[in-house]
């Protein structure tokens, strides 16, 4: 069975500092991959996605970026971290892009 | 207008009734539609997947579609205390692009009153 993997769990950062959360899935091949971040209260705002190795299509231009160097491994970055980078960050996966998105645990980021 | 709108809520509903939870989405073409839960602090898990109009079941979960009016809904009867959560209404919406994206509207805070 596939499962995804996310850490850290939490995380406090100071702002300005740097950011690496990772993501992985295993039990398939080739799938999609994204990073979603929900701020308190709010809904759940794409970020990024890929469908496949070095592929990636930013939604919403910001201080973030993500790389996927292996087929089933997914990296969020930002060289400094702004105080509206504090929220939950979900990885997902799914096979084919119309088809059921599945959640990684999330990393809850918090930058004081 | 948003792509996907719910009523934020909070929706209140005793034990044992029926939570009704309604969603609207823009008039781009859709194939897929899901509902998503999420309990506070964790990640959303897949309750129901809906693709052609009309009901679909799952055990105490009903989803409806109606494409034409642009709308679905879900309905969780003899609600329990653990159904207290956020639902996210999901449909997948064609961009003006023509990609395919999975676009989450801003939930529905349910609460089930013991």
């Known amino acids: 069975s596939q499962t995804i993997h996310q850490w850290p769990a939490t995380l406090v950062q100071p702002v300005g500092s740097p950011l690496s959360l990772e993501c992985t899935v295993e039990g398939t091949s080739n799938p999609n991959l994204y990073w979603y971040r929900q701020a308190a209260g709010r809904g759940l705002q794409l970020l990024f996605y890929s469908v496949g190795i070095g592929q990636i299509s930013s939604e919403v231009p910001q201080n973030l970026s993500a790389s996927r160097p292996q087929d089933r491994q997914f990296i969020l970055s930002s060289k400094k971290l702004l105080l509206s980078d504090s929220g939950f960050y979900l990885c997902?996966?799914?096979?084919?892009?119309?088809?059921?998105?599945?959640f990684g645990a999330g990393t809850r980021l918090s930058v004081l | 207008q948003k792509e996907v709108e719910q009523n934020s809520g909070p929706l209140s509903v005793p034990e044992g009734a029926i939570a009704s939870l309604n969603c609207t989405y823009s008039?781009?073409?859709?194939?897929?539609f899901f509902w998503y839960r999420q309990y506070s602090g964790k990640s959303p898990e897949l309750i129901m997947s809906?693709?052609?109009?009309g009901d679909k079941e799952d055990g105490r979960f009903t989803a409806q579609l109606n494409k034409a009016s642009q709308y679905v809904s879900l309905l969780i009867r003899d609600s329990q205390p653990s159904d207290s959560a956020t639902y996210l209404c999901?449909?997948?919406?064609?961009?003006?692009?023509?990609?395919?994206?999975?676009?989450f509207g801003t939930g529905t805070r349910l609460t089930i009153i013991p």
């Open positions: 999901a449909p997948i919406l064609i961009s003006n692009f023509g990609n395919e994206k999975l676009t």
């Open positions: 997902a996966w799914n096979i084919a892009t119309r088809g059921i998105q599945y």
């Open positions: 809906i693709y052609s109009n």
């Open positions: 008039d781009r073409v859709s194939q897929s």
